[in-house]
């Protein structure tokens, strides 16, 4: 495992790190509780992960809790996320689907929440603590802000910032919660779906601000899983994506495979999906989906490989621009034409 700091601190963080949603929800991950206890003991133990990303939404609070007993003997030794903003008040089993609950902005209810998210994970300090899929109003909140720097002073948390979503887009948030002062902010970006990730991945290198990236494989798209002949679920959140998403992703795929970029016995097309992101000095960490113990193997050493190097992520960055970026942003269509080729 390789490390990087947060900026302007001492602070490291496993350049891979562990999205907790996928052991704490039933959406699409673990839903085996041992075995998700089992994936989180070993992230640590046997690969170095010490970047845990969370909420407290997730499962209730279990998302939290979960980290507490598995791995509070070491909490000295992590960097633990969490995130607020949604109502938790509702009852258990209350939510429909993936439907959004309420949220609620208001300083007491974040100083509430933090209090209980510090009670679950059983440590006195969040590490990182994030908005959870703010809207404008809340990036630019001042309630909010005063909140966030009350708990910093008080010591309950370390730093602060901002998980933009829950889909694509958020530009403009993003540059507001940087102009506003957030630490960090996480957002969504990988091969097949860079914007606006292009723009603010350029704003962070010119302005030296930070991002955390997460869904780098496209949400299976892009490590290996995804079959083109296989029907999802209602319940899985892939089934609504457009059939034109899901076909560039093979193509992209087939090209990459083309251009010698993966199992040529320097990385697989999951590792390299996260050197992607990890190309980017401005990318603090990457947090991709692990489900089971071979994907956490193969992705924990996502960041010992050979990195991509500048003439690869060049025909990376050429791919997209020479078709896929145009084609994914049109309406769902059944047939998408080869891009030009990449000189």
């Given at each position: 495992m390789k490390y990087r700091k947060f900026p302007g601190t001492d602070s490291l963080v496993s350049e891979v790190g562990f999205g907790v949603?996928?052991?704490?929800?039933?959406?699409?991950g673990v839903t085996d509780r041992q075995d998700g206890k089992?994936?989180?003991?070993?992230?640590?133990?046997?690969?170095g992960m010490t970047f845990f990303d969370t909420a407290d939404v997730y499962g209730d609070g279990y998302g939290e809790e979960v980290l507490a007993e598995t791995l509070g003997d070491v909490r000295d030794k992590l960097f633990i996320a969490t995130k607020f903003g949604y109502d938790t008040s509702h009852q258990p089993g209350e939510r429909r689907g993936h439907s959004?609950?309420?949220?609620?902005?208001?300083?007491?209810?974040i100083i509430n929440a933090c209090e209980q998210s510090l009670r679950r994970l059983e440590t006195d300090t969040i590490d990182y603590y994030q908005l959870h899929n703010p809207r404008m109003e809340a990036v630019l909140s001042d309630e909010v802000m005063e909140a966030l720097e009350q708990l910093k002073d008080e010591g309950k948390i370390r730093y602060y910032g901002a998980a933009l979503g829950p889909d694509l887009g958020w530009k403009q948030e993003s540059l507001a919660a940087w102009d506003k002062g957030y630490e960090a902010i996480q957002i969504i970006n990988n091969i097949v779906e860079q914007e606006p990730a292009r723009e603010l991945l350029r704003t962070a290198k010119a302005e030296k601000k930070t991002l955390i990236?997460?869904?780098?494989?496209?949400?299976?798209?892009?490590?290996?899983?995804?079959?083109?002949?296989?029907?999802?679920?209602k319940a899985d959140h892939r089934a609504h994506r457009p059939v034109a998403w899901m076909k560039a992703g093979n193509?992209?795929?087939?090209?990459?495979k083309e251009m010698g970029l993966f199992d040529d016995?320097?990385?697989?097309?999951?590792?390299?999906?996260?050197?992607?992101?990890?190309?980017?000095?401005?990318?603090?960490?990457v947090l991709p989906n692990i489900t089971n113990a071979d994907n956490l193997k193969e992705f924990a050493q996502a960041a010992d490989v050979s990195p991509l190097t500048k003439e690869e992520f060049e025909l990376l960055d050429a791919l997209w621009c020479n078709g896929y970026g145009e084609r994914l942003q049109q309406p769902l269509s059944d047939s998408i034409s080869k891009?030009?080729?990449v000189r």
């Open positions: 949603w996928t052991v704490a929800t039933k959406w699409w089992r994936l989180l003991r070993s992230a640590y133990e046997d690969y959004e609950l309420p949220q609620n902005w208001s300083k007491a209810h990236v997460r869904i780098p494989h496209a949400s299976g798209l892009l490590d290996g899983t995804y079959d083109p002949n296989q029907h999802f679920s193509e992209v795929v087939h090209e990459m016995g320097r990385r697989t097309l999951g590792q390299t999906a996260i050197q992607f992101s990890l190309y980017h000095p401005t990318v603090l960490a891009p030009a080729p």
